[in-house]
Each structure stands twice: as structure tokens, then as C-alpha cells.
């Protein structure tokens, strides 16, 4: 057994109230001003308690491309960052949509990962699009999310095919919404006045927004788990509003760097993603929906990728940035320190809220019998963001030597303490 003793935890809102906490097998087994049970002693004293941090969106890149980030890599980082649990995307080598490459798959992942890890597996074949992944057999494997991230599901048939198979089986889809027939080919940034600037071929808002519309329109009649991957346009949280006010099964996430930066902030490719930077209009729209609930989920999107890679030209750069070392400072810093949002509304964007969209039982909160997933940060120590202390291969980030001041100290999975 071990307690957790002179810690706080959120009470309401931004107050703190002091707390003990036993662990014993891996679960939270008591909450109480004062525990004095026999068992090893962790001092928390000057540091806050939360839930550990659930991240539905990131990129392991393991099998496949070890030379941007491994299982083991990837989860020590989300240690760093006061992640307990992990959900990577499946645009993999092979693509997790097979029985045996998944049974393989998820045994690489129980013999390397770190913290929890619940994998995706694709909504199609190779995530080609062209033929529906057995949804029935995958659930039978314990998974019970699937996206074809990194491309979407562009044919309208296809999609509607993979709502009705998805509400059959009661699994959610977690969609990237790019519809490819606004996109030019070599497309890099939003359209606008940087992008013009440094002579690149835009992506309009549309691009996004209208495969939204289309998989919405298509799931009037279904009503199957929709989840859309990381929101960035103002069409687009107004269209998910919408649906949710009549109703339907929909959610989405947002990203740090879309809460945080505009297009005109764009410096080099370490603030290349997909989708690309927008307008400040845009910006004000996510805050807006992270504060009404429109968007329940904040995810890094933490996508590694090697120095060479992101050295190449804009146009030849991959799309993408690392979130999992940052995250969890950022929001602190940028969205509860100046009162967008309160450090409970920060906890249940990135730890309750996804535990209950994806059904992720006893974890997400501090809460007698749940899991023993959690962080321990400081919350008064001022530091610079340095790429190069970080956990992860990927050192593709436009945060270095950003002021934070959330300081992750332990993180703890299952009743494992890590010190960062």
C-alpha cells in the first residue's frame, strides 16, 4: 500500500483542498483529510492531485516507423507529461486492421508501453478506403475505436457503410475530416496572408467543415458514435453545436496549438500541421466551444516526426508536431491562468471527459475504487519548454522556450510511480 499524504486536490472551480490518498493493488482505495494507515509514504506536499491525463489522439508510429518514435518512447513522453493513458491512431506499417497484425500489435504494446495504451484500429482496410475493416471481429479483441487518420474516409458510400457497421456494433469512429476534392496537392498552410507571403498553396476551412457536414448529414438517420479528430474552424464548431443541440452522438477535440497560435504565427515547418493554423475568428470559435462544451476534449495530436523530415521546404515538410511533453503545461499556463477556462474544466477537457467518450471504465477521475492514474504536478514553478530534455524522438515542436508554469513532478499508472 501507499498514501499519497499533504497533497491537494480540485475541489471546485480553481479550489484546492488538502487530501490524503491510499493506494493498494493499483486502486484508489481512500479519500480522507488525514489517512494513517501502515504504508510507504508519498510526500506531495506544496503539489496538486489530479487525475492522471487520457490523450484519445496520438501518434506512436510503432510498427512501422521507428525512426520517428517508438511504443516505449512515445509513452515514457506521456509519463513526462502527466499522461497515464494513450490512445495511437493506426496509420501504422502494418495498419492494425487484421487479426493477427492486431494481436501482434498489441503485444508489442504490453511488452514496451509504459503508461495505459488503447489502441485504434482502422475504419478501413489499410485505411484505403475502398473495403470496411471487420468492426465485429475487432471489438472481440477489446478495441472499440476506429479512425483512418492521417487520410478519412473520402467516399460517401464507404462512410455511410462505416456508420451503420459502427452503430451496429455500438464502437465509435473518430474521424479526420479532409475532403480531398477541395484540397490542392501540395497544399501546406490556411489560405490567407502568411501563406501568400511564403508563396504556398492554401487550405481553405471548407476542406475540413464540409466532410463534417457530410458524415453529420449522413448520420442523421444512424446516429452511431461520431467523434471528430482535431476541430479547427469556426464552420466546423458551429456544424458540431448544431448537432449536438438536436441530439446526436457527436463529440470532438481540440489541440493546444489550435487554442493557442493563429496562421500568422507561422515561422517554419514546426508550425506545419494538419489541419494547418487559422484565423483568429477560428481561434476565438474553439475557446468558445471548449468553454460551452461543444468541444469536450483537448488531445495533442503528438505527431513525431525526424529532424531531417521537418528540415525539408514547407511544401515538402510531413504535416505535424509533437504535444504530449506540452499539453498539459500549456493549457494551465494559457487557458486556466488567464481565466478562460477553470483547473476543474482543465482536468474533465483532458481526463474525465475522455474517459467517458470513450468508455475507459475507473479512470478520469479521483474517485474511491477507480484506477490509480494520476499526476502530481506544481503549480508555481516557472520554466522554459526545452525540446531537448524531452522523452520523445520528436523534437518537432513551435512551443520551445515557451514560459510555462504546470511542472509535472510523479506521475503514477496503475500504482506505479514514476518520477519526472
Not at 504490453?110 to 471481429?137: H, Q, W
Amino acid at each position: 500500500m501507499q498514501v499519497i499524504k499533504n497533497g491537494s486536490i480540485i475541489l471546485r472551480d480553481n479550489e484546492l483542498v488538502k487530501k490524503d490518498i491510499l493506494i493498494d493493488n493499483g486502486k484508489i482505495l481512500k479519500i480522507a483529510d488525514n489517512i494513517s494507515e501502515d504504508a510507504l509514504a508519498i510526500d506531495a506536499t506544496g503539489l496538486v492531485i489530479m487525475p492522471g491525463m487520457i490523450d484519445v489522439h496520438v501518434h506512436l508510429r510503432e510498427p512501422g516507423f521507428a525512426n520517428k518514435e517508438t511504443i516505449a518512447t512515445g509513452t515514457l513522453a506521456a509519463i513526462h507529461g502527466g499522461y497515464t493513458s494513450v490512445m495511437p491512431m493506426p496509420n501504422l506499417n502494418p495498419v492494425p486492421c487484421r487479426k493477427e497484425d492486431i494481436k501482434n500489435y498489441l503485444e508489442l504494446i504490453k511488452k514496451n508501453a509504459y503508461c495505459n495504451v488503447f489502441p485504434y484500429a482502422s475504419i478501413t482496410v489499410d485505411e484505403k478506403g475502398r473495403e470496411l475493416t471487420d468492426f465485429k471481429m475487432v471489438k472481440g479483441l477489446n478495441i472499440n475505436w476506429f479512425s483512418d487518420d492521417g487520410h478519412g474516409v473520402d467516399d460517401d458510400l464507404m462512410m455511410e457503410k462505416a456508420l451503420l457497421e459502427a452503430k451496429k456494433e455500438n464502437v465509435l469512429l473518430a474521424c479526420h475530416t479532409e475532403k480531398l476534392s477541395l484540397l490542392e496537392k501540395g497544399a501546406s498552410l490556411h489560405v490567407g496572408k502568411t501563406c501568400d507571403a511564403l508563396k504556398q498553396i492554401g487550405i481553405s476551412n471548407d476542406v475540413e467543415a464540409k466532410m463534417i457536414e457530410r458524415d453529420l448529414i449522413l448520420n442523421e438517420r444512424i446516429n452511431a458514435k461520431y467523434h471528430v479528430c482535431h476541430i479547427s474552424s469556426k464552420e466546423s464548431v458551429d456544424l458540431i453545436r448544431k448537432y449536438k443541440k438536436l441530439g446526436f452522438d457527436v463529440s470532438a477535440e481540440a489541440t493546444m496549438h489550435h487554442l493557442l497560435l493563429l496562421d500568422t504565427d507561422v515561422k517554419d515547418t514546426n508550425y506545419k500541421m494538419n489541419p494547418p493554423l487559422k484565423s483568429k475568428e477560428d481561434r476565438a470559435s474553439l475557446l468558445d466551444g471548449i468553454k460551452d462544451g461543444t468541444i469536450e476534449i483537448i488531445a495533442s495530436d503528438h505527431a513525431p516526426h525526424t529532424e531531417e523530415e521537418k528540415n525539408r521546404p514547407m511544401d515538402k515538410a510531413p504535416f505535424g508536431i509533437v504535444g504530449l511533453e506540452t499539453t498539459l503545461p500549456l493549457a494551465y499556463t494559457y487557458l486556466v491562468k488567464k481565466g478562460i477556462i477553470t483547473l476543474e474544466k482543465m482536468v474533465e477537457l483532458c481526463s474525465t471527459n475522455p474517459a467517458l467518450r470513450f468508455g475507459l471504465k475507473n479512470k478520469g477521475l479521483l474517485k474511491e475504487g477507480y484506477d490509480a492514474d494520476l499526476v502530481l504536478v506544481s503549480l508555481d514553478k516557472e520554466y522554459l519548454i526545452d525540446k531537448a530534455s524531452f522523452k520523445s524522438k520528436g523534437k518537432n515542436t513551435p512551443f520551445d522556450k515557451t514560459k510555462v508554469s504546470l511542472k509535472v513532478v510523479k506521475t503514477i499508472v496503475d500504482g506505479k510511480i514514476f518520477e519526472v
